[in-house]
């Protein structure tokens, strides 16, 4: 491989050094190209462009291969626990019996929220959608731990502020939603398990039992670590970039939050299953629905289909259309839509309008089905989504700390008006 390329511009040359990864890919950089040539790069939405050097998660979008710090999904995904990954993720490497454990016990310790916090919650109307309600109380963290605000804060401080938020999310997110419906809130019981608590928050009924279903919680782990992390995506990039300005832990998730809620990234999982129910409650032709999506002149498109980097299956879709054959029947739930996923995903992969733009189902396309088996609606579909991804974002916030690096702050070419003279108002047009 060179270890190095040359531009030619006006004819001079100027070289760049190649560096190279630890799976071999390959990149120019260009640190110096602005300085030794005047020139800059172009690359919307960033498709050609590294941001980084990154050690946590690797994605080979061509062979479908996702990796957590080396370790293959499909074995963490079956294997481990969602708290075993995070910690993986967070701090480089599997975690020893002692480890988790002490991880464990310290996240059991946090996962009460300030009383304070309801006065959050209460200033939403219970029409809000609950992104909108967990970015905010995210953020709110600050008050209530201003030492997470302080950039030069110890490492101890930094970890306590990464507990502290491993801990309490799922308490915001089943807290918000419980607020929004009305029903009472039901206090954390952190001995029960990160998944199980979660679920029993979310569930439970004042003075009665609450058997937790193995399924359910075993699922809900499943779907966690498939969404733990997946690189520089467009929220885990918003964290990086709040994060090199030196703003909190909280206000670099509270930002990772709300890109996640976008339709085009996280939000995807809620249009989906949108998409699947509309088919359905106009009969569920989907061959009438295929045809619509590939008519340029109809604005309707597959939800849940194609992905920036993958080039071929999201091995987290293979991984969760599993899941959901098997908790479905598991909990013995027949949902209609989950037949008409399965018509979508066969028509689209043997149709060369699909194949040869290379729409295969992603990570979005099943796990809404299986988030309604487990009793969600739909608008807390990315919550989930964010309550997985918080690892990782928490990694990817470390690793741009540790590394020092600097604040964000991209170029751009300008495109507007040349210099001009003002024009007092009374003469304006
Ligand atoms: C994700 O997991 O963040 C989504 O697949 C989007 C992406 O990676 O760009």
């Avoid at 462009?49 to 499909?74: C, H, M």
Wanted: charge should be neutral; include cysteine.
């Amino acid at each position: 491989m060179s270890k190095e390329v040359q531009i030619i511009i006006d004819g001079k040359t100027f070289h760049f050094p190649v560096i190279e990864g630890s799976e071999g890919e390959k990149a120019i950089d260009i640190a110096k190209l602005r300085d030794l040539t005047g020139y800059i790069t172009l690359d919307t939405g960033y498709k050609n462009t590294g941001a980084t050097k990154s050690a946590i998660t690797f994605l080979d979008g061509e062979q479908g291969v996702l990796r957590y710090r080396g370790y293959p999904i499909e074995q963490l995904a079956s294997k481990a626990s969602f708290l075993e990954v995070s910690y993986l993720l967070i701090y480089g490497e599997l975690p020893t019996l002692a480890q988790l454990e002490n991880f464990k016990i310290r996240i059991q310790k946090h996962t009460n929220l300030h009383e304070d916090i309801k006065k959050v919650f209460d200033g939403f109307p219970s029409s809000a959608h609950p992104m909108g309600v967990l970015s905010s109380a995210v953020s709110s963290l600050t008050a209530y731990y201003p030492g997470s605000i302080d950039p030069n804060a110890s490492e101890d401080e930094i970890d306590l502020t990464i507990v502290r938020l491993m801990a309490k999310l799922p308490t915001i997110a089943a807290w918000s939603y419980r607020n929004s419906k009305g029903m009472p809130l039901m206090y954390p019981k952190p001995k029960l398990g990160y998944c199980e608590n979660f679920l029993y928050m979310m569930f439970a009924q004042p003075n009665e039992d609450f058997d937790i279903d193995p399924v359910v919680a075993e699922a809900l782990n499943t779907l966690l670590i498939l969404h733990a992390d997946h690189e520089q995506n467009c929220s885990t990039s918003t964290v990086r970039i709040v994060g090199s300005a030196h703003a909190s832990l909280y206000s670099s998730i509270a930002a990772g939050i709300n890109a996640l809620w976008g339709p085009l990234h996280g939000g995807a999982n809620q249009e989906v299953i949108e998409m699947l129910d509309q088919i359905k409650s106009d009969g569920g032709d989907t061959q009438k629905w295929i045809a619509k999506a590939k008519d340029k002149n109809d604005p309707f498109r597959l939800m849940g289909f194609g992905h920036r980097v993958y080039k071929n299956f999201d091995p987290r879709a293979k991984i969760i259309k599993k899941a959901c054959d098997d908790i479905l029947s598991k909990l013995g739930v027949n949902d209609p839509v989950l037949e008409i996923a399965k018509e979508l995903e066969q028509a689209a992969l043997n149709d060369p309008y699909f194949v040869e733009r290379k729409l295969y189902p992603n990570v979005d396309f099943y796990s809404g089905i299986i988030y309604r088996a487990l009793g969600l609606k739909s608008d807390l579909f990315t919550v989930m989504f964010a309550l997985g991804r918080l690892p990782g974002w928490i990694a990817q916030w470390k690793e741009l700390r540790d590394a020092k690096e600097p604040i964000g702050r991209p170029r751009q070419i300008y495109t507007g008006h040349t210099t001009r003279e003002y024009i007092p108002i009374e003469k304006r047009k």
